[in-house]
């Protein structure tokens, strides 16, 4: 069943300014609810950090590569951001991306552009208002134009979304037959990776509107995350990693606990230890930013984004 969404059909405003926190879930949670769909394909980082109540992620498949990736116009084929010329503007309608490249490439200008893929991509070849757009790797992968990225944004350059690269069915949460039947979807480390970005974001009460960025690691056993805060201008930033051990043999769990959620996510194949340390995790390093400031940076950021 093909479904377009609030997001998909508002065109002419930035993400951030529209305001409406299930931008791209509303009509697919709603089409859930009325039992005419049993489970929704979602891109991860589109989904609030808490799910409205009655709804799960019954399962959080194998991530594709998160980072952002820079499509340039064809004229600037085989260049990289710093070589653009001066003044040259990029097209993201992501505050995190604006704002932590701005800060790196202070020589371009960021402006704002919408729409799907294909549309942001003709944009890009056939006007001159664009000499280069960000756009998340993943999604060209999927699409089948990988070929099309012309350089990809490391950790260093450019902290990713959360959740960005991976995507979650969404269920109904009493829906047993249907939960056991995606979970064989979990892929385990994006399902640990992704529950800590996931509890990072929501204690820091994060959303499009302010610019949140992360980057995860699980290698052997230990789960790293790191996660920053910026300004609009990315003037001002604030960025700490932390790290846990994950590695936690799983238990058969009977009766009413085998339906725990973690920031929305039920994985029952996934041991439960292992989930609440990625959740603590993400709780602990935000409440860790947010002892450093971070409430300030992105209240300001707000403020500035709903004046804009």
């Known amino acids: 069943v093909a479904m377009s969404t609030t ?48 709804f799960t992620i019954g399962a959080v498949c194998k991530r594709e590569n998160p980072l952002d990736a820079v499509v340039f116009h064809p004229k600037n ?15 993201t309608s992501s505050l995190r991306r604006a704002a932590q490249l701005k800060k790196k490439f202070p020589h371009l200008e ?53 959740g960005q690269g991976a995507l979650a069915v969404e269920v ?8 056991n039947m995606v979970s064989a979807l979990h892929d385990a480390d994006t399902v640990l ?33 790191t996660g920053a805060v910026y300004s609009l201008d990315g003037s001002d930033s604030l960025k700490e990693t932390m790290q846990t051990s994950v590695s936690y043999p799983h238990q058969t769990e009977d009766g009413p606990n ?8 039920t994985a029952k194949n996934v041991p439960g230890q292992a989930q609440e340390a990625a959740e603590n995790l993400g709780v602990e390093l935000a409440s860790l930013l947010l002892s450093k400031g971070a409430k300030h940076i992105l209240s300001v950021a707000r403020q500035l984004n709903d004046a804009r």
């Open 7 to 54: 997001g998909d059909k508002i065109l002419d405003t930035a993400l951030s300014k529209i305001g409406e926190k299930s931008l791209f879930t509303k009509e697919l949670e709603n089409a859930l609810e009325r039992n005419e769909v049993d489970l929704v394909v979602h891109s991860l980082k589109d989904l609030p950090t808490s799910l409205p109540p009655g």
């Open 77 to 91: 084929c085989g260049k990289t951001l710093s070589l653009l010329p001066e003044k040259s503007v990029i097209g």
């Open 193 to 225: 990776c992704c529950i800590a970005e996931r509890a990072f974001m929501k204690r820091l009460e994060g959303g499009c509107s302010v610019p949140v960025a992360v980057n995860t690691l699980l290698k052997d056993g230990q789960l790293y995350l």
């Open 172 to 179: 109904r949460a009493k829906d047993q037959e249907i939960l």
């Open 258 to 265: 085998d339906d725990v959620q973690h920031v929305g996510v």
């Open 110 to 162: 960021f402006r704002d552009i919408r729409g799907n893929l294909n549309t942001r991509l003709k944009k890009l070849d056939e006007k001159e208002d664009f000499s280069a757009i960000i756009l998340a790797a993943a999604g060209l992968k999927r699409m089948g134009w990988e070929d099309r990225i012309g350089q990809l944004l490391g950790p260093e350059e450019c902290l990713y979304a959360v």
